[in-house]
């Protein structure tokens, strides 16, 4: 890492006269065959994909799958008059749908209708394998429901619920969604990069570049998923996308603000690109690296998904960068300067970055540093303060932003049924104890109903009908109180359900934020420590990206209350949002601070007024290039928007609001205030933080020293 990151370290540089065209030919030629390939991925489609292995509730689960016991699952078809009790005809045309519906259970099942109590509604259950398919089963759901609404007396309604429904839903989400994703992705890009160079032709460089990397990576990650086991989906799909985008463009973004600095310097695009490479290529790798290696902290997840979110989106990191670094450069330098027309630069072109609204910025913002930083600190204390009331963890019928069917159908079935009936909770445990389990559980509080459901060689499954709603906090309460009954009697007694995997996914979340969140900070802390040599600088970066999250996050879930109407953050909400925010954003600090050192360096007196100017200068020559890509980033993560998950909502969201606020407040306002602040105590202990009595005195009377840099 620190050969990598090192200022003195030089990337091989694959341009030339002839090198940019062959590197090109060569990328064309790799991706191409690379899509050709067909590779495909190894996708997750059961109820357990989010679990632990060693959940109990993926254990009952697994065994129930040996025994044969969980081969089938009901979709529920639910009718009622809207509260109104039934007719004689209603239930009369109940009995006659049940026969009707029969062609739709798996072979050897039975379809059977059951009346609620109150009179006012019924439901039928159609028994449906439970290795069917994502893509079966969502057909076999279509044709239930259009074939639940035939024939049924005016005013009674019927709708599909269940399980398999719920499935079926959650699967249309994605139906098209890469290509819509993408569509819409590259659509931002391409507007805030026409908007960024006001060059009718530039922007397509880097959107040719980056577009095709995303789809490089998505068949790179088909073949991890392959070659290393993990699986994917379409959300861990959807965000590798918009990390490849929105990182990969940042990079360019980079780069070609470099690149077209140095045109002003020397005549040779060729030696232009190679001095911006040198410069740029360091901070780059360090951000990257930072970036993969935070990702890859999720590998130790006990939640699969994030796991697999977490290795997707390294190795979509990794490539990003490859493609920034060895193909954007040579193909920038095959069309040379005329490619930034109508703005082309010219050697000993003023750059207006040095005196424009950056660097008014910059002097305004050192001239005051204390008031600066005070006001800094006090708005995003402010804006973290609706944490106060912060709700975790969705239910079934809470993931969607619209309203699928097998949300309403669910609702009605609480209203008049047990709200467990659909998905009951499942005791799996030695049949001589059955008996004995059974009437425990009976006595816990929540617990409706028990009855026998199955078992074989040995091995008992109860069925458990809980009064509570799916997956609240009071079903979890009740499914605690089952396993604490059901073990006192029979410890070998497994628990499990949906209502015990939400629970068990809960406790996998909290176990995940736990350990991960102090690995990355840790991970981040360790970069900014290698790049800068500095532990004030590194702290003081890292506690900048922590309170940028913290403000986002209460700032959004504000807005989520009050504008979106959802009811709590979904459970991989916090981590995965800290992790993106804290890993990206500390990018920009680096961009900044980075250039920063290397104009203290040049300085030379390492006097306090040469970290100010030194940061001054940092952000007026990368302020531009930097809100620019913040702003990007931000536009591509609210992307995710365009899926009806609420979870892909609230991570563009936050992630969206956290990059504005790191690239206008914190990074441009807050950080070259506290640097100003502490003058060259920020770069403690490394060389910068030493006052050099003799160098100091030489700068005054007017003497350059000689320097090594």
């Known amino acids: 890492m620190e050969i990598l990151i090192s200022s003195k370290y030089r990337l091989p540089h694959l341009v030339g006269r002839r090198l940019s065209w062959l590197v090109v030919v060569v990328a064309i030629l790799f991706s191409g065959a690379l899509l050709g390939a067909g590779i495909e991925a190894k996708v997750a489609d059961n109820s357990t994909s989010n679990l632990p292995t060693d959940a109990e509730s993926a254990q009952a689960a697994r065994l129930q799958d040996r025994l044969g016991t969980a081969e089938f699952t009901p979709a529920i078809v639910v009718l009622d008059r809207g509260g109104v009790p039934l007719t004689e005809a209603d239930r009369a045309a109940v009995a006659q749908q049940a026969q009707a519906l029969q062609q739709y259970a798996a072979a050897g099942q039975q379809t059977f209708p059951v009346f609620a109590d109150d009179g006012a509604a019924a439901f039928i259950g159609v028994p449906i394998a439970a290795d069917t398919s994502e893509e079966d089963l969502g057909t076999i759901v279509d044709d239930l429901r259009a074939a639940a609404v035939k024939d049924l007396p005016d005013g009674l309604d019927a709708q599909v619920t269940g399980g398999p429904a719920f499935v079926a839903d959650l699967s249309k989400v994605f139906d098209g969604a890469d ?277 074989a060689d040995g091995t008992a499954v109860l069925s458990v009908v809980l009064t509570t709603d799916p997956a609240s906090e009071q079903a979890f309460d009740a499914v605690r109180a089952v396993r604490t009954a059901a073990h006192a009697v029979e410890p070998d ?59 986002s996050l209460g700032a959004s879930w504000w807005a989520f209350t009050h504008w979106f109407g959802f009811p709590a953050l979904d459970l991989s909400v916090p981590l995965l949002s800290f992790l993106f925010l804290v890993a990206l954003g500390v990018d920009y600090n680096i961009f900044l601070t980075t250039r920063a050192k290397e104009e203290a360096e040049a300085a030379g007196t390492h006097e306090d007024e040469d970290t100010a100017e030194a940061i001054r200068v940092a952000l007026a020559v990368t302020g ?86």
């Open 179 to 455: 290509t819509r994703l993408l569509t819409v992705t590259a659509g931002v890009v391409a507007l805030l990069l026409l908007i960024t160079y006001r060059s009718p032709w530039l922007w397509l460089v880097p959107l040719a570049v980056v577009g095709v990397a995303d789809q490089v990576a998505a068949q790179l990650v088909a073949v991890g998923t392959q070659v290393f086991g993990f699986p994917t989906d379409g959300a861990s799909t959807g965000i590798t996308s918009v990390l490849v985008f929105g990182a990969g463009t940042n990079y360019a973004l980079l780069i070609i603000a470099r690149y077209r600095e140095e045109l002003r310097r020397v005549e040779d695009r060729y030696d232009a690109m190679r001095a911006a490479l040198d410069a740029a290529a360091p901070a780059i790798l360090a951000s990257s690296g930072t970036v993969v290696l935070a990702l890859l902290c999720l590998g130790l997840a006990d939640n699969p998904s994030s796991r697999s979110i977490g290795f997707g989106g390294a190795i979509g990191i990794a490539t990003a960068v490859a493609y920034a670094l060895l193909v954007l450069p040579a193909a920038m330098t095959c069309f040379g300067r005329r490619l930034f027309w109508p703005f082309v630069p010219r050697v000993g072109q003023q750059d207006p970055t040095r005196d424009g609204f950056w660097a008014r910025v910059g002097a305004g913002v050192t001239a005051r540093p204390v008031v600066v930083s005070v006001v800094g600190v006090v708005v995003l204390v402010a804006l973290a303060l609706p944490l106060v009331g912060l709700k975790v963890g969705l239910s079934d019928t809470e993931q969607f932003r619209a309203t699928p069917e097998s949300v309403t159908g669910q609702e009605v079935l609480a209203e008049h049924f047990a709200a467990g009936s659909s998905q009951p909770t499942t005791v799996v445990l030695p049949a001589g104890s059955s008996d004995r389990v059974a009437e425990a559980v009976r006595g816990v509080d929540g617990v409706q109903q028990v009855e026998p459901a199955g078992g």
């Open 624 to 709: 531009g290039v930097i809100t620019s890509a913040g702003i990007l980033l931000a536009s591509v993560f609210t992307v995710l928007g365009v899926l009806p998950l609420i979870v892909l909502t609230q991570i563009g969201v936050i992630v969206g609001f956290g990059v504005l606020l790191d690239t206008l407040l914190v990074r441009s306002v807050l950080v070259p205030a506290l640097v100003a602040l502490l003058g060259r105590r920020f770069w403690w202990p490394g060389g910068l933080s030493r006052h050099d009595a003799t160098t100091a005195a030489s700068t005054r009377q007017g003497v350059v020293p000689v320097t090594d840099v």
């Open 493 to 551: 007694a497994l628990v499990g359900g949906p209502d015990a995997e939400s629970l068990d996914a809960a406790d996998a979340a909290d176990h995940d934020q736990r350990l991960i969140v102090p690995l990355i900070l840790g991970v981040v802390l360790l970069v900014l420590l290698v790049l800068l040599r500095s532990v004030v600088a590194a702290v003081v970066l890292v506690l900048t990206v922590v309170a940028t999250y913290v403000a």
